[in-house]
């Protein structure tokens, strides 16, 4: 992604464990299709990957910034819904 400045961030470092993934879970649910946000996390943050392919197919991409040892960085977007509106299920 381009502008890394107006991109949403999180530091679930400062955050106790029990809050982090339900305030993940409210920014990503504010991101707008197109957008972007960073996490940065002191472990693996593969149980919410995990998440949110089980809750949320398709809806967010994942690409991994920086992979420990003691620090991971991680950008989720939300992808652009690129069906149309009308009914009849096709990607035109």
């Known amino acids: ?4 400045q107006a991109k949403s961030s999180i530091d679930v470092r400062t955050i106790a464990p029990r809050e982090r993934h339900p305030r993940i879970f409210g920014m990503l649910g504010a991101l707008l299709p197109g957008k972007s946000m960073l996490i940065t996390s ?3 943050p593969r149980p919410l990957h995990y998440q949110l392919e089980t809750n949320f197919p398709g809806q967010f991409g994942w690409d991994y910034l920086e992979q420990g040892p003691e ?12 069906s149309c509106d009308c009914c009849c299920g096709s990607d035109h």
Do not use: A, C, L, P
């Not at 620090?71 to 690129?82: G, L």
């Open 1 to 4: 992604m381009s502008d890394d």
């Open 42 to 44: 002191d472990h693996d």
């Open 71 to 82: 620090v991971w960085r991680v950008e989720i977007d939300r992808i652009e819904d690129r």
